[in-house]
């Protein structure tokens, strides 16, 4: 199972707006296998399409201690989010090393298909509810260091160049 690179903020190509997926055919299943393997090798809760440089609607997540609970969204569509809104910490496998507080609605509903093309309704809260925000908002091309001042915004584009021109010089050498 292939490991599949990981786009890093600022590319570009983080801010495509995803398309819906057409069918779930063996391509597709071969992807949401290489996402889940991508998702677990980078130690996260989830993963967004978009950030593989795969622009259709579809997400993985698994918030299990043993990682062992995969779920997979595809078309997924937020029903509703709670007036409620919480402040947490993020962090994001597209932004390495940077963690900070987003508000987000404390309950979201989504209605989405399973890798077998099964439509089901998922009631979030907590760190659940956080994550398929997050990559709601991947799908939408938004990554969660817009939500931060543009002060912010510029140190971690700063930051991150400089890591990437290191790790550069790194192979050089
Ligand atoms: O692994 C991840 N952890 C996380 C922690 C707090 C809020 C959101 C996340 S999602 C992130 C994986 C990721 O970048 N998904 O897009
Ligand atoms: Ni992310």
């Known amino acids: 199972m292939p490991l599949l690179p990981i786009l890093r903020y600022p590319d570009p190509r983080l801010y495509k707006v995803a398309q819906p997926v057409q069918a779930i055919d063996a391509p597709l299943q071969a992807l949401i296998r290489d996402m889940l393997a991508t998702m677990y090798d980078a130690k996260g809760i989830g993963l967004a399409a ?3 440089d795969q622009h259709l609607r579809l997400m993985v997540i ?10 997979v969204l595809i078309n997924p569509e937020l029903l509703w989010a709670s ?3 919480l402040k947490g910490e993020e962090g994001c496998l597209s932004v390495p090393g940077i963690y900070d507080d987003v508000e987000r609605a404390a309950e979201v509903r989504v209605r989405a298909q399973d890798e077998h093309g ?7 809260e907590g760190l659940l509810a956080v994550c398929i925000q997050h ?6 091309g ?24 290191e790790a550069q ?3 050089e050498a």
Request: net charge neutral; glycine share 0%; aromatic share 4%.
């Open 62 to 71: 698994d918030i299990s201690e043993e990682h062992n609970q995969p779920q």
């Open 135 to 140: 990559e709601l908002d991947h799908l939408m």
């Open 118 to 124: 099964v439509a089901r309704e998922i009631e979030a």
């Open 142 to 165: 938004k990554v969660f260091v817009q939500y931060l001042s543009r002060l912010k915004q510029s140190r971690i584009k700063a930051k991150l160049r400089k890591q990437e021109r």
């Open 83 to 85: 007036e409620e809104h």
């Open 169 to 171: 010089q790194q192979q």
């Open 50 to 52: 978009t950030q593989v």
